[in-house]
């Protein structure tokens, strides 16, 4: 059974509940009477609309007709389209345009959830009520402790979840607004707050005061209460004022400090040091750098006047190195360079050494530069070791981290018990720095920390050195006979005889790589003479005074010693040594493979002599000797094969062996309080860094000479 609307929609009822299956027969209907061809479900849901209530299709009815028309509930039904589903009624004109009225009416309210409000009006009739069950619950609360009837109970309650509320607004404007106030207006506002605070307070001291005391006239009593109080206002404040201001002294002191001792203020030193060391040594530091020099065409007088006094400056010093010219002009006699004799004595420019600038401070003044490195990552990070040679002038050593940025200042400065003998920068870890003491010990620091103690220390170890470490190196080995692959090691050479391989683990420990032995001196009899007997050795070791890796197979290196010989020594042979150089006559002080052609090696020692050695030939190829001094340091150019350094007592001086092998092509002699100690080349630059006696290291810079071919040797 389907019923349809005027227009056609189905509208036909569901029967929210089933009939009882042996239903009761109820009375026939006109909607029965007219529908007698319906079978027996038609009959028996049509006979349940007749009943009262209970129908759907009733219910439906009551809610379309008006109330008080149930008389008419027959017709109604009796106007409703019934029909089969195979009987298909067509729908008029005027089925269409009649009128259906349709009335809406509010059902029942249906509480699905009801929470009563906790909040209760103060005008309500449960105001009172609520009054005094909150008062008995602030008693039983302030009760609470020792209280029999309080038992503490948990329960677990569910929070509420979070809501995002959004509002639509204006948009925020925002301004930046700054004053300048100087610390003397903070001074005065907070002195003017203090002071009237105080003398409002002994003002009204002072009211409360003169109302108790009785009065005899009312004009006695006036003038007297007002000069009393004049009189004690007056002295209270000046006893205020002095405490707020020493008060306020004291805070300002510690304020000035801590700001003084704050990360962020030195931070902010730090940069504007390093902006005004790059604005004072910008001409050196470009100089320096092999770059050119600018100047501003929008200099002040002030700016020009320092660029004139540079300039007189190098032209004293350049006056002053005229003294040398007999000795220089002995290098332009080689046949290599006849070719600038055609020249003019004004376009001929003798190579000369141009002072850039120092490192110095009051810290390391008076201390002796014993080593200088350079960092394997940073080539513009110095490390400098300072200490004394000599046993009588031993003090407390320094070894210093100098910059570029800072010449002026070390940016780390490590402090040591001793003097430092030698130092130098590892190439795996770029941040450790090697540090070898004159009392045999051996240091190892950490140049990123700020924190001046050493990482590993050799205190502990049981088989450290006894005597100065004289020579440290970072070195690496080629193991891949054992498959270890290469390994940086750290190697020492020490008065005690040993040259020794150091273990870096949780601590220093260390292994011999070689023992030296004493060798006697190969001395031939005269004719006729008898044979000499040998004499007794106090000690069957010799002092160690320098090594030196070769360059391309670490395998092999050179040892000197305070004897005088040579010893060519395998890291695989420690029992006997491969060569021995005899030449020298006094203590070899440094000993350096060429970097270009590494079968020649030099050597520098206490007898006022620099030799050259092959390593196949036991005699020295040249001996170099240019002054009654001791040679401390050589060092090899690392952009020539033919040019070196070497430091005496007197002088600095360049060899370049393309040009004389007789003398050098540049001399300059050391102050006449000082001596040279030390000198290392620049890695990028043509520039020479010497170190003295009286803790100074001077920067040169290399001018006009020529730099032959590497490649030629």
């Given at each position: ?24 027969v ?14 027996a ?19 439906v ?34 089925d269409l ?29 449960d ?29 677990q ?9 959004e ?11 700054g ?24 003002g ?5 005061g ?13 003038t ?7 009189g ?5 404040v ?15 002191e510690s304020?000035?400090k ?10 902010d ?57 007999g000795?220089q002009?002995?290098?332009f ?13 004004e376009?001929i ?7 850039l ?12 530069v ?13 490390a ?6 000599d046993f009588?002038?031993?003090k407390?050593?320094?070894a ?9 200042w ?10 430092v ?5 590892s190439t795996?870890?770029?941040n450790?720095l090697?540090?070898g003491?004159?009392n045999g ?5 950490n140049?990123?920390?700020?924190n001046?103690?050493a990482l590993?220390?050799s205190?502990?170890s ?22 270890d ?5 750290l190697i ?5 005889g040993?040259?020794?391989e ?13 023992k030296?032995?004493?060798t ?8 006729g003479?008898?044979?000499r007997?040998?004499?007794?050795l ?5 002092v ?6 070769h ?26 040594f491969?060569?021995?150089y ?7 002080y440094k000993?350096a493979?060429?970097p ?10 206490a ?26 340091d ?11 350094a070497?430091a ?5 001086e ?12 540049i ?18 630059t043509?520039?020479l ?5 009286k803790?100074e290291?001077?920067v ?11 490649n030629?040797?």
């Amino acid at each position: 059974l389907q019923v349809f609307d005027d227009e056609g929609k189905e509208v036909t009822p569901h029967p929210l509940f089933h009939s009882d299956p042996n239903p009761v027969v109820p009375k026939q209907g006109k909607l029965l009477a007219s529908s007698a061809y319906f079978g027996a479900t038609g009959s028996g849901f049509l006979s349940s609309t007749s009943m009262s209530n209970a129908s759907t299709t009733e219910s439906v009815l009551d809610e379309i007709v008006e109330p008080g028309s149930r008389r008419d509930t027959t017709v109604s039904l009796s106007d409703v389209q019934v029909r089969h589903e195979e009987i298909k009624e067509e729908l008029t004109q005027a089925d269409l345009d009649r009128r259906v009225d349709i009335y809406l009416t509010e059902t029942e309210t249906v509480w699905m959830l009801d929470m009563p409000s906790v909040v209760v009006s103060v005008e309500s009739e449960d105001a009172g009520r609520v009054l005094e069950r909150n008062r008995i619950y602030v008693d039983i609360c302030k009760n609470r402790p020792g209280n029999d009837r309080f038992v503490e109970k948990t329960m677990q309650t569910i929070n509420g979840a979070a809501k995002n509320k959004e509002a639509q607004c204006d948009k925020i404007i925002m301004e930046d607004k700054g004053v300048m106030v100087t610390s003397w207006d903070l001074y005065d506002s907070f002195s003017v707050s203090e002071i009237e605070r105080t003398s409002k307070a002994e003002g009204s001291r002072a009211t409360t005061g003169k109302s108790s005391k009785p009065c005899t006239t009312k004009e006695h009593d006036q003038t007297t209460s007002v000069s009393s109080d004049r009189g004690s206002t007056t002295s209270s404040v000046m006893i205020l004022e002095s405490a707020v201001l020493a008060r306020i002294h004291k805070e300002e002191e510690s304020h000035s400090k801590a700001i003084l001792t704050s990360e962020n203020f030195q931070q902010d030193l730090f940069f504007m040091e390093r902006i005004l060391m790059e604005n004072i040594f910008q001409p050196k530091l470009a100089a320096y750098r092999q770059l050119p020099v600018l100047t501003d065409p929008d200099a002040t007088s002030d700016t020009s006047n320092t660029v004139a006094a540079v300039k007189e400056a190098k032209q004293e010093e350049h006056d002053k190195e005229k003294k040398n010219k007999g000795e220089q002009k002995k290098a332009f006699t080689d046949p290599s360079i006849l070719s600038d004799l055609n020249k003019t004595p004004e376009e001929i420019v003798p190579p000369r050494l141009a002072q850039l600038w120092s490192y110095i401070c009051d810290l390391t003044n008076g201390h002796s530069v014993s080593s200088m490195a350079w960092s394997k990552v940073n080539p513009d990070l110095l490390a400098v070791g300072y200490g004394a040679f000599d046993f009588k002038e031993q003090k407390k050593g320094l070894a210093c981290c100098w910059s570029l940025k800072n010449p002026t200042w070390p940016e780390r400065i490590f402090r040591c018990q001793h003097g430092v003998t030698a130092l130098d920068f590892s190439t795996a870890s770029p941040n450790l720095l090697a540090v070898g003491m004159y009392n045999g010990s051996v240091a190892i620091y950490n140049v990123r920390s700020c924190n001046n103690t050493a990482l590993l220390d050799s205190s502990e170890s049981s088989n450290k050195h006894t005597g100065p470490v004289w020579q440290l190196r970072w070195v690496k080995q080629d193991r891949a006979e054992t498959g270890d692959g290469k390994k940086e090691r750290l190697i020492s050479i020490s008065a005690d005889g040993r040259i020794t391989e150091w273990l870096i683990q949780k601590r220093l420990d260390c292994t011999d790589l070689m023992k030296i032995k004493r060798t006697e001196s190969e001395k031939k009899n005269l004719p006729g003479e008898k044979e000499r007997k040998s004499e007794a050795l106090i000690s069957r070791r010799a002092v160690g005074m320098c090594f030196d890796f070769h360059p391309k197979d670490t395998n092999f290196y050179l040892a000197g010693t305070e004897e005088g010989p040579i010893h060519q020594c395998s890291c695989s042979c420690k029992e006997q040594f491969l060569e021995t150089y005899r030449g020298h006559k006094g203590p070899v002080y440094k000993v350096a493979w060429n970097p270009f052609s590494t079968d020649m090696f030099l050597s520098c020692s206490a007898d006022w002599s620099i030799m050259l050695w092959h390593r196949d030939s036991q005699t020295p190829i040249f001996t170099f000797s240019s002054a009654t001094a001791f040679v401390h340091d050589i060092m090899w150019s690392p952009k020539s094969a033919f040019i070196f350094a070497a430091a005496n007592e007197s002088r600095v001086e360049i060899w370049d062996l393309s040009v004389s092998t007789l003398s050098p092509v540049i001399s300059c002699f050391a102050n006449p309080r000082g001596k040279f100690t030390a000198v290392l080349f620049a890695k990028n630059t043509d520039c020479l860094l010497v170190g003295d006696s009286k803790g100074e290291v001077r920067v040169f810079e290399l001018q006009n000479l020529p730099a032959p071919n590497r490649n030629k040797v």
